[in-house]
């Protein structure tokens, strides 16, 4: 089943198109990784993908739907986004941040049901967050409130996870429990993951291909294919210096 497919897609702003995605099909449960150099235009890329940036060509659809015809709370069921800069209420404690992901779900009243709390407390206990999960947010460590950012988009329960550098402020543990977080939800939800990420190791250890954006277009790479990708890399004008690899 295909959970995000595009076609003949330009991401961009007041018209001026920053990225030539043209077509890219995602199947439930992959993983792609977006790669490439600062100001690429990487994030540009996902926040269309996720609907908040409608594309200057081209269209975007999840599950056969458009994503920019949908209404924000129907959007929100769909698909999940975690952001690099993501302005929060550091007063909230873990728990109450997490609740925000069940939004989409509440009745009139915004009262939890039970399945609900079910969630949340299943992706508190999925982050590793249960010990943390009544501290508040402003006294806690960056990676910490970067596990309770992504409990938050876990409990949208959406088909598609979309992730803009989610390992920043994460060590070494931390970095490993959240692949082991996301190969879960993939296998466990049929839930596909798209991550923009800085480190090349790890899109090639997470992504069951990878999207290379630079200099406006892009390339994809399957598994058996990172000498195409180191070379299109060393070929690029603007070859990134401090990636990871």
Not at 26 to 40: D, H, M, Y
Not at 187 to 206: I, N, P, Q, Y
Not at 217 to 234: C, R, S, Y
């Amino acid at each position: 089943m295909t959970a995000v497919k595009t076609v003949g897609l330009s991401c961009g702003y007041g018209g001026v198109p920053l990225v030539k995605a043209g077509t890219l099909e995602i199947g439930a449960g992959e993983s792609r990784v977006i790669v490439g150099p600062n100001g690429a235009g990487k994030s540009t890329l996902l926040r269309t993908l996720c609907g908040n940036l409608a594309p200057v060509e081209g269209t975007v659809s999840v599950q056969g739907r458009s994503i920019h015809s949908l209404g924000h709370r129907e959007r929100a069921k769909t698909v999940a986004m975690l952001m690099q800069i993501q302005p929060i209420d550091i007063s909230y404690t873990v728990e109450e941040l997490v609740r925000l992901g069940r939004t989409p779900y509440l009745g009139r009243w915004g009262h939890l049901r039970k399945k609900d709390r079910e969630v949340v407390d299943g992706v508190i206990d999925l982050c590793g967050l249960e010990d943390l999960r009544t501290r508040v947010l402003g006294k806690m460590s960056g990676g910490e409130r970067q596990r309770a950012r992504l409990a938050m988009v876990l409990a949208q329960e959406t088909p598609v996870l979309l992730l803009d550098e989610p390992t920043s402020h994460l060590d070494m543990d931390h970095r490993y429990m959240l692949f082991e977080v996301l190969s879960r939800i993939r296998t466990e939800r049929g839930c596909a993951v798209v991550m923009v990420s800085h480190s090349l190791a790890d899109a090639e250890k997470f992504g069951d291909s990878i999207i290379y954006v630079n200099n406006s277009e892009t390339q994809i790479f399957g598994p058996g294919e990172k000498d195409g990708l180191k070379k299109a890399i060393t070929e690029s004008a603007h070859v990134p210096d401090d990636w990871i690899y």
